[in-house]
């Protein structure tokens, strides 16, 4: 696993050195941050299920103003922390264990983010709930995307999100959403 373009290109970065973590594929995060392009620079990032912190990563090396990485697991955020040595990343994030609900509720200001990448367990039971809760976070104009299981369908709506566009990457997928306008 290797930061695919920007500032820390190239810089390997350590893999999970136990099972159950399913880290991103170096394709299916070049095409996700080939689609992001234009809003990284200078966005607030949320990265939820971090794992090894490698799409965080990403968006720091493309110019990201912060991102607060966000993992349940001990291990993970260890390995985090571990990976963001690696890159010599000494600023601009904040590493929090926490599932999603208390995450919510400990996160500083600000408390909205102009991109979210939510990359939790393939089998996650509930993830509508997940993007309805997660969607509460997502500035006005921003973009939270879910990677899942190419055989597992999203929701086209989740609370005030709606699916904006999907892209299959082998047995990944790539949902993006955005918040709907408010009814007038």
């Known amino acids: 696993m290797r930061v695919i373009a920007g500032r820390f290109k190239g810089r390997r970065l350590a893999s999970p050195r136990w ?32 794992g ?14 912060h991102v607060t990485f966000v993992d349940r697991d001990r291990r993970a955020v260890g390995l985090i922390a571990e990976n963001l040595s690696r890159c010599r990343i ?3 994030y904040a ?14 200001e600000p408390r909205v983010f ?8 393939y089998d996650e039971p ?3 709930e997940m993007l309805a809760t997660t969607g ?30 999907a892209l299959v990457s082998g047995d990944s997928a790539l949902a993006f959403y955005e918040r709907r306008a408010p009814a007038e």
């Open 126 to 128: 509930d993830v509508e």
């Open 95 to 108: 590493i929090m264990r926490a599932d999603i609900v208390t995450a919510r509720d400990r996160l500083d």
């Open 90 to 92: 000494a600023g601009g």
């Open 136 to 165: 509460e976070l997502l500035a006005p104009r921003g973009v939270l995307v879910l990677e899942h299981a190419r055989r597992c369908p999203v929701p086209p709506t989740a609370g005030i999100l709606f699916c904006t566009r």
């Open 19 to 50: 099972a159950g973590l399913r880290p991103s594929s170096d394709k299916l995060r070049e095409t996700l941050f080939n689609v992001l392009a234009p809003r990284v620079a200078g966005a607030v990032v949320l990265d939820l299920y971090a």
């Open 114 to 121: 102009d991109l979210i990448l939510l990359d939790p367990p």
């Open 52 to 65: 090894t912190g490698a799409l965080g990563i990403e968006a720091l090396s493309r110019g990201a103003a």
